[in-house]
């Protein structure tokens, strides 16, 4: 099946400082990718769609300022979560949506841990 | 955005015992997923559905498309201490640019 990549796979940060969490396409070429962030034992909850070369859509309630999304080739996006507290520590996992499948692919998910 | 209902919540079995759980939505889809999730990583696809109607098999899980088009259905056969993890159904449409809408998840504990 696709790969989806995510690095780093963890990282703990001070509280004020900014993160970037990467998610690549392998194998495939992503004309979508998705972020999700998911807290324990919940279900996945979706932060914003970006689209190769647009801006990303952004869900209800998710400020598209704390959490800068780029979607600059269609195999890489990046989420930076700026100037991060200890309540944006989570687990964010990306996913990519193959151009000619109607599937998704998840990559292996990112656990960020605000000090 | 829009959930999906998944039932039960949480199961737990014993190994070799059969495993069924549903993914239901007040709208109608035209595609169904099917993932797991092991603790600590992304989640998997496990079966792609298009169809109405439609069964398909991956080893030892079967899913099923309902034919109502708001349903589906995942059975796991002969459960082993593998199968432990939380399964997400996912469904989409063209009517919200096939965007996927997740389920709330099915937690699957299998004691040996």
């Known amino acids: 099946g696709a790969v989806v990549s995510q690095h780093p796979s963890w990282v703990i940060c001070k509280s004020g400082t900014s993160v970037k969490i990467e998610c690549r396409s392998l194998?495939?070429?992503?004309?979508?990718m998705f972020w999700y962030r998911q807290f324990p034992k919940q279900s996945l909850m979706l932060m914003a769609t970006s689209n190769e070369g647009s801006k990303a859509t952004y869900e209800q309630g998710v400020e598209k300022d704390k959490f800068l999304i780029n979607h600059a080739s269609l195999t890489l996006s990046t989420l930076t979560v700026t100037s991060a507290h200890p309540e944006d520590s989570s687990f964010y996992i990306c996913?990519?949506?193959?151009?000619?499948?109607?599937?998704?692919?998840f990559g292996p998910g990112t656990r960020l841990t605000v000090l | 955005g829009q959930q999906l209902n998944q039932s039960p919540q949480s199961m737990f079995i014993q190994e070799g015992e059969d495993v069924s759980m549903n993914c239901t939505s007040s709208?109608?889809?035209?595609?169904w997923l099917w993932y797991k999730q092991d603790p600590g990583e992304g989640p998997v696809l496990l079966i792609a559905?298009?169809?109405?109607?439609e069964l398909t098999s991956n080893g030892r899980l079967t899913a099923q498309f309902g034919i109502t088009r708001k349903d589906s259905f995942l059975n796991i056969s002969a459960s082993i201490p593998s199968d432990v993890g939380i399964y997400f159904c996912a469904g989409a449409t063209p009517n919200t640019g096939n965007q996927f809408y997740f389920g709330t998840g099915t937690s699957l504990t299998v004691i040996p």
């Open positions: 194998d495939f070429q992503a004309t979508t």
């Open positions: 559905l298009y169809k109405a109607g």
């Open positions: 996913s990519a949506r193959e151009r000619s499948l109607n599937e998704q692919f």
């Open positions: 709208s109608i889809f035209n595609t």
